[in-house]
C-alpha cells in the first residue's frame, strides 16, 4: 500500500515562468468553462477543496471594508493585486458599527431590525456587494462574506436585542442569502461567515450565552434554506448544508469549537489568537486545540495580526517577520491555510477621507504593497510544491526540544502522513537535529527555503536513519531574535518532487487515500528499512 500512494507523488513536477506563478500557480479555481468551482470539505475533513476535488490553497487577505469603502475603480485594483500577491480567498464584512453603509449611502435593511419579527432588506446594498463578489470571481478568487458584524453593536444588531424573536433571526439569513443570488442560484465563489469578532459570550450581548448560540444556529439555516430554493416559512431547526460553505469567526481568545464543533452547518473552525506584536504561543496552541477535537474539520487562524499597526499595543507593530511567524506556526501546526492582514488596507484607510483605526498610519494604496504582502506568494508556493491534501503536523521529526530559551527560537514541523516530504520552520534560524528515519525511502533530499525570497538552496542528500544536524544560514539584515527565519525541506528523493516553491500538479482528493481522522501528531519514526515501502 505505502508504495502504492507514493508512487502516484512521483507526478510531473511541472516548472513554470515566474509571472505565471504569482498569477495563480499551477491549477487554477477556474474550470473548463470559465466558472469559479463551488468550495467543499475534503475527504479526510483536513482541507478545503474544489467541488470537482480539486486542491486549492486558502491564502486570504483581510479586505474587510471592501464592499463600505471602495469605488468600482479601487475595488478592481485591490481584487487584481491581490490575486497578482497569490492570494485565492478575500474576507470581508457586510456591515460594521464603523462602516455601517457604502459609498452611496446605502445600508443594508430598510428601517431597524431590533427585535424585529419582519426584516426587509435595501436590495440596491446587496446588488453592489454582488459586483464586488462577481468581480473577485473574474479574478479566481473566494469571498468570505462576513454578515454577523453588526450583530456585536450597532443598528444592525439581532443579538443586541432584548427580545429577539426566531423568525427575524432567520428572515436575517434567509433574505440576505436570497438579496445575493444571482440568476436564482447562489454565486459559487462565495463563502458564508456569521459572525466577525463576536461571540456568544460577549459582555455586549442583552441576552444569555445559550441564546445567541440559538440565533446563529437559526441564521445559518436561513442561509441554507434560501440558498437551496426553500420558501422563508421553512424554518423548522433543520436544513440541507452541503450546498452551503459556512463558518463562524469569534472573537480572541474563542474557537468556533467551543460553541459549534459539532453542528452540521459549520464547514471549518477558526480562531483569533491576538494582535500581540510578540510572538504568542497561541500562533500554533490553538490550532493545535482545534486540529485534535472531533468531529474532525478543518482549521484556521481567522485573523492574524495586522502588518503596520497595533502601534497602540506595548508590544509594538506588526512586521512581515510577525506574520512570516504566524502563518508558518499555524500552517504548521495543522491549519488548512492563512488569513493575512494589513492595518491600512483593511480598512482602505485614505487620510483625507476617513480616521485610523488599529494604528493604520498610510493610504492603502500604497499599504497594500507591503512587504509582508508580498512574502505571502512563498507560504503558498511552498505549500502547493508537495502534495497538499495528506499533508500533518507532527513535532516529532525534531530531535531537537521545541524551544531552546523562549518562543522566537520555536521549530514547527510538518509532513505528509507517508513521509514523503517534511518541512520545519527554524523561527530565529538556529541549528537543529532532525529523525532522519521520518523520511521514507533510503536517502533524503535537503533544503534551505528562504520565506523572504522563496529562493531555495539544495543543501545534499542524507541517509533516512539516525539524526542529522542542520544549520541554517545568516540573513543579512537578521538577527536571532528579529527575522532570521528559515525552512527546512527535506524530502524521499525516490519520489522526484522539484525544488521547493515550484507547484506541483497536485493530486485530486478522489486519488488521495485520505489520513486517518486522528493523524498521528507524535508518530514515532521507523527505520525505512524495516518498513513496506
Not at 310 to 335: D, I, K
Not at 424 to 446: C, E, P, Q, W
Request: charged letters at 15%; proline letters at 6%; a negative charge.
Amino acid at each position: 500500500m505505502g508504495g502504492f500512494i507514493k508512487s502516484r507523488y512521483k507526478i510531473i513536477i511541472v516548472f513554470i515562468a515566474a509571472l505565471t506563478l504569482i498569477w495563480g500557480g499551477l491549477f487554477s479555481s477556474i474550470n473548463a468553462e470559465g466558472a469559479l468551482l463551488p468550495l467543499k470539505n475534503s475527504k479526510n475533513g483536513r482541507y478545503i477543496i474544489q467541488e470537482d476535488g480539486t486542491p486549492i490553497f486558502w491564502l486570504a487577505d483581510d479586505g474587510w471594508g471592501l464592499h463600505n469603502r471602495t469605488n468600482a475603480g479601487d475595488a478592481n485594483f485591490y481584487l487584481a493585486t491581490r490575486k497578482a500577491q497569490g492570494f485565492t480567498v478575500i474576507h470581508t464584512w457586510m456591515v460594521s458599527k464603523w462602516m455601517p453603509e457604502n459609498l452611496h449611502g446605502d445600508g443594508p435593511f430598510q428601517g431597524s431590525i431590533y427585535n424585529a419579527s419582519t426584516i426587509n432588506v435595501n436590495q440596491s446594498f446587496f446588488d453592489n456587494i454582488g459586483d464586488r463578489i462577481d468581480l473577485a470571481a473574474s479574478k479566481g478568487l473566494y469571498v468570505v462574506l462576513e454578515i454577523g458584524h453588526g450583530l456585536r453593536n450597532g443598528p444592525f444588531s439581532i443579538c443586541l436585542g432584548n427580545n429577539p424573536t426566531n423568525q427575524g433571526a432567520y428572515q436575517y439569513g434567509w433574505k440576505i442569502a436570497n438579496a445575493l443570488k444571482k440568476d436564482g442560484a447562489q454565486r459559487p465563489n462565495i463563502i458564508w461567515g456569521l459572525g466577525i469578532d463576536t461571540s456568544p459570550v460577549s459582555s455586549k450581548s442583552l441576552v444569555s450565552e445559550s441564546r445567541n448560540v440559538e440565533l446563529v444556529r437559526i441564521i445559518a439555516e436561513g442561509v441554507a434554506d434560501a440558498n437551496n430554493g426553500l420558501p422563508l416559512s421553512s424554518l423548522n431547526g433543520q436544513a440541507d448544508y452541503s450546498t452551503t460553505l459556512i463558518s463562524y469567526h469569534p472573537q480572541y481568545p474563542h474557537s468556533t469549537s467551543e460553541w459549534f464543533g459539532d453542528d452540521a452547518w459549520l464547514d471549518y473552525n477558526s480562531h483569533q489568537s491576538g494582535r500581540d506584536a510578540r510572538l504568542n504561543p497561541l500562533y500554533h496552541s490553538l490550532i493545535t486545540t482545534e486540529y485534535n477535537m472531533m468531529p474532525v474539520k478543518p482549521c484556521i487562524e481567522a485573523e492574524a495580526g495586522y502588518e503596520g499597526g497595533q502601534g497602540n499595543l506595548p508590544s509594538g507593530q506588526f512586521t512581515p517577520y510577525n506574520q512570516r511567524v504566524e502563518a508558518y506556526w499555524s500552517l504548521f501546526a495543522g491549519g488548512f491555510g492563512f488569513q493575512y492582514g494589513h492595518s491600512s488596507t483593511w480598512q482602505f484607510y485614505v487620510p483625507v477621507l476617513f480616521s485610523p483605526r488599529a494604528g493604520a498610519t498610510i493610504d492603502w494604496h500604497t499599504a497594500i504593497n507591503a512587504e509582508g504582502a508580498n512574502d505571502m506568494i512563498h507560504v503558498r508556493n511552498l505549500m502547493e510544491s508537495r502534495p497538499l491534501l495528506i499533508r500533518i503536523p507532527d513535532q516529532s521529526i525534531l530531535a531537537s526540544s521545541e524551544e531552546s530559551g523562549g518562543p522566537h527560537t520555536r521549530l514547527q514541523a510538518t509532513r505528509d502522513s507517508d513521509g514523503c516530504y517534511a518541512f520545519v520552520y527554524a523561527t530565529n534560524g538556529r541549528n537543529f537535529d532532525i529523525h532522519m528515519g521520518t523520511i521514507s525511502g533510503k536517502l533524503a533530499a535537503a533544503w534551505w527555503y528562504d520565506p523572504r525570497t522563496g529562493n531555495a538552496t539544495f543543501i545534499g542528500n542524507f541517509p533516512t536513519t539516525g539524526t542529522q544536524t542542520f544549520d541554517p544560514p545568516r540573513s543579512p539584515s537578521t538577527s536571532e531574535t528579529n527575522g532570521n527565519d528559515w525552512i527546512l525541506v527535506l524530502d524521499d528523493v525516490s519520489q522526484g518532487f522539484g525544488r521547493p516553491g515550484i507547484p506541483m500538479a497536485q493530486p485530486n482528493d478522489d486519488e488521495t487515500v485520505p489520513s486517518p481522522p486522528s493523524t498521528q501528531l507524535n508518530k514515532i519514526a521507523i527505520d525505512p528499512t524495516e518498513a513496506d515501502f
